[in-house]
């Protein structure tokens, strides 16, 4: 036992550190006339991510759409970002120094939640079976071998290593959504109640996964006998998050702002191809164990039977956020993975090297995203680096321009700005954007013609223009230049 703990422990610390140091590296190669943004995977919404926790720092505590220039009244959602933003401001860090110290402590939680529920399901191999779904991922390398790019790449809430190393609310928002599946020996009603209130907060999808998988568990279970335990798990997952879930939803289909965000936020799921490959190999392997499971009746790998069917199901289910229903996906195949292994291998050398070769097969993924997060630090890639002129005008914002001050901007720094200075912004997000096409061909045609320009900001309440350095605004009447940094200018609506 004191051994198996002490492998727990290396695997974690090892998996918390492959999740610092791509972003400490990143953080130490940039150069002096670079920032680095603090995002090595989608760097769009990460930035999204900060600009949530800005409204927190200047002390909201509701949240409004940051990149939509009338985001009308504030609603409790995005509650997690909003609480790290107070965080931040209380403590003296910056948001991305919160952010990271957030999503490495949802790390940690998130191996502790996966190894107790390998250690509950699995009566061997579950040491093997924590490492191959904390570090494994799928066959997306081969696929990329053959000009393909699969799920296994960038559908991060799908894999723990993914998930940790995408946000801040993927690895907590996993960690409870495992907890709160985990079989359990004696009931624990109050702690599923509360994780499932926090799950529904954190990671609305998680808790609505966890919800469908044990209510699916305890129906099965039912049909073979007497299943009280499970009922109570169901039921009290259930009760403590739906309420939150049910005013999340009616929410975002009924406020009118946010109600345009909710209906172009559309997450289609991949196609089953891409599915197969970028679960594989641990698929190939959990399907025959999910038939085992069902069929010798254990509790606990009947729960990741279940979990596995059910998502796959839900998956596929006609709605706008299909993909979602993918959280955590690849825990169940792993776990079902190795209890096959188990079952058609007795002699644990045999075990071991079937397992060693999974692992080999499922871990090149993950080594090309750090692989090439590393060389995305040296080449200081566009995307994830900001030039130094755009951030000292990004802090000139914050402190100059009014609360709520909408800036018209080139969408790369629409994308920024909301994380630094309490700013709105014709567009920078395809998803909180609301109207995003629209807004987006609007900002293109204001920079490329500039006869259109004037008739434009004399329909529309536009407090500041960040520049890339056209002098043809210096014609403009009603404008003035009130910062400039490089190539970079802001201007200013004159005061009348």
Known sequence: MRRDYLGVVLLTLLFLLLQAAPF?????????????????????DGFSYLAKMRQGYDGAWSFTLPYTAEPGHGAAINMYYLLLGHVARGLGWSLVFTFHAARLLGAAALCAALYRLMRATLSQSHLWAFAFA?????????????????SDFWVAEMYPFLAAFANAHFPLGLALQIFLITPADTPRPLAWLLAAAL????????????AAVLCAAALLAQLRGPASPQWLQAACVVAGGLPYAAYALFTVTTHPVLAGWNAQNLTPAMPLWDL????????LLALPGAYLALRQRERGMQVLAVWLLVCVVMLYLPFGLQRRMSSGLYIPAVGLAVYALSYWLAAAARRRLALILLLLLAVPTNLLILLGSLQASRTQEAALYLHADEAAAYRWLSEHAAPGALLLAPARNSLHAPAFADVRVWYAHPFETVQAEDRQAELQAFFADPAG???????????YILWGGDKAVLTMDGWSRVYSSGAVQIWARDAH
């Open 24 to 44: 400490a590296s990143a953080q130490t190669s940039t150069d002096s006339a670079h920032e680095f943004g603090g995002f090595l995977l989608n760097p769009t």
């Open 134 to 150: 904390l570090f494994g991922s799928g066959l997306g390398w081969l696929a990329l071998l053959a000009g393909g790019f699969t």
């Open 199 to 210: 799950a529904a907060v954190v990671y609305p999808f998680g808790w609505a996964v966890a």
């Open 276 to 283: 197969a490959v970028s679960l594989s190999p641990a698929l």
């Open 453 to 463: 320009r004037a008739a434009f900001l004399a329909a529309h309440a536009v407090d």
